[in-house]
């Protein structure tokens, strides 16, 4: 869908209030934690940078990560903003400064890990919750919070808004979602007390409400937003079968737990209106066991619809009468403005989509394309799993706003040059582009008649065809900076004749590996066996008669082959020489899990611990985990087991250039994270 002008959104564009806080329109950044502040909570220039690009862009209201009121215990992340000191209070304000310098509203997250701590953090202190559960993905028992835990908690968060108001900002949001401490308590699924703050609604929410009250007896008039889980998704049915080994680490007393639905919700709102609460900012899900689809209704990987869960914030808009801010999966201004104009929320909040495109909002108005997040939560797993700073896998300059400049403004040159980009996909795409907006003149050439690369079979499946909108919008942005293409073009010393560059850049990507293959008979008989990425490109296909098929590998390749060719009707077997628990173990968590839930759901059996030895027309020999050698009779043979780098390009080619830059996958196979990074790196040195 192409968005079009600012006149087709006259909900979205127009200004809305919360409380007393007047909003310029109706887009709000959803709180997205970062890792740019210090290790002690400190505002760096980073964090202030990459808030400010997109308070320039147009949000109306920016709610900043959530910001820890109990450190160490409270805390969400490897690094994590302060509010539990006065001394947090001058860099504070000088962030709401400049971000009301550059037009938005600003409002701070109050937030408390819970059980939650040390999930992300490698340090030892136990976490705290209103019930001793397991949670998260070391599944660390949490303590039972005693009442003057939950009472000095409960100041804590009064005394952080008071801070919150001193240091300018708009508003607060209390983060009462996703399985945080104010989500536990609030949840039956993890509040089992038996003293006032559990049992009943009334009681569960006790916390919650004496917070808000608290808040209001400090600052009537100051905004205060509730984050809520409408439906937080916990129910057996919705986890993966019972021999995905990491559901072993679960106490079985703990599966049958009921979570909270959204009737009970509406209780909850109720409760906290009449507190004081302004608005509340309606989500899903929780995230207490990361493998449970409720973690995936909190964080949703590539599959998901656009605005799916906005009828939650619909559903308490009208039971509750309050206003609400429907958030997950808004990508592109017509969904933005459908759920406004339905009357589901009167704002929109969106996270991941302005880290990929801060422009957002001001594209709305110009009808300029939108480079959207495709859901691959690159921006989640390396931030939380391995402690980077948040990187976007569509936008490169996410959070390196403060030392690089836009390429098309601080970053022009003086000097153009002629520079050949040869390969189309992610890297080379991403490298045209920015050099081509530095200035350059850029051609690319590719050896396939399309643009797209790896793009192309990563995006076959429908769960995944999100990934088609980068290969669109980098297509959309090479013929809108008129880069010259050239498809179906090899790159050789011959061709090039009569040609002069000042630049190559190498971006030819990724091969099938062939080092892995085993022993063929009759290998001129082609018709038996192909690789995966052949089939998914459309340059192979399943002969016609044959109905049971193998797919050789059990990484992101051949899982998501394998859920490919069963659904066109095939039986379907995945062969890996690794465990089950291993199944797809190169893909981002949340987007493993869905993609694992389609492979047992469509009844595709796995042969793991097994190593292929030989395969013919008739049958496939393999070795299994007890070192026995079998025989099964298949019908057709997918190879799936990885990548390699293309270096095909010849030297001779080469040395006609004075510069050479090689980047993406024919340096080394990764991911679209490090290929639009690198394309992005030489675009914007040459």
Known sequence: MTSGAGCNFPNLLAPGRIGTLQVKNRVLMAPVSTNFATAEGEVTPELVSFYERRARGGAGLLILECVNVDFPRGKTGHTQMRIDSDRFVPKLHELAEILHEAGASAALQLNHSGGLYGDRSREALKPVAPSPFLYGKLMIEAEEASREEIHRIRNN?????????????????????????????????????????GGSVENRTRLALEIVQGIRKKLPCFPIIFRISGDEFVSPERGLPEDFAVLKAERPEERNLPGRGLAETVEVVNLLKSAGVDGFHVTAGTHRLP????????????????????????????????????????????????????????????GRGLIADPDWVSKARTGKPVRKCIGCNSCVQYRS?????????VNAMAGR????????????????????????????????????????????????????????????????????????????ELAALNVELRPGFEVTEEA?????????????????????LPAIHNPEEKNFFAQATELLEGTA?????????????????????ACYIARKGFRTTVMTRRGKDSLGA???????????????????????????VEISPEAVRYENGNGETLEEPFDFILFAQGMEPDRKISQKAEDRFPEVYRIGDCVMPRNILYAVYEGFSVGNKI
């Open 401 to 476: 706003e403060y030392r690089l400049g836009e390429p098309e403004t601080a970053g022009k040159t003086l000097s153009p040059r002629k520079v050949l980009v040869v390969g189309g996909g992610p890297a080379g795409m991403e490298a045209a582009r920015v050099a081509a907006l530095r200035g350059h003149r850029v051609t690319l050439a590719e050896k396939k008649p399309v643009l797209g690369g790896s793009l192309v079979a990563a995006g076959i499946l429908e769960e995944k065809s999100k990934i088609r909108w980068l290969n669109e919008w980098l297509q959309g």
């Open 157 to 197: 968060f009064i005394d952080a808004a008071e801070r919150a108001a001193l240091a300018g900002f708009d508003a607060i949001e209390i983060h009462g979602a996703h399985g945080y401490l104010l989500a536990e308590f609030l949840s039956p699924w993890t509040n089992q007390r038996k003293d006032e703050y």
């Open 291 to 350: 493998h449970t689809f409720a973690r995936r209704a909190q964080v949703e990987g590539m599959g998901m619809e656009q605005g799916w869960k906005s009828y939650l914030a619909g559903e308490i808009r009208r039971a509750c009468n309050v206003k609400t801010v429907a958030v997950g999966v808004i990508r592109d201004h017509a969904v933005a403005e459908e759920i406004l104009s339905r009357g589901d929320a009167d704002f929109v909040a969106l």
């Open 586 to 612: 190169d893909m981002d968590p949340i987007n493993r899990y869905e993609t694992l839930s389609t492979l047992f759901k469509l009844g595709i059996e796995i042969r793991d611990g097994a190593t292929l």
């Open 496 to 516: 090039l004749s009569g040609e002069e560059f000042d630049a190559l850049v190498i971006a030819t990507g990724g091969l099938p590996e062939s080092k892995r």
């Open 385 to 393: 799993g391995y402690g980077w700073k948040l990187r976007c896998a």
């Open 541 to 561: 296909a399943v002969p016609k008669g044959a109905e049971k098929v193998l797919v050789v590998g059990g990484g992101l390749i051949g899982c998501e082959t």
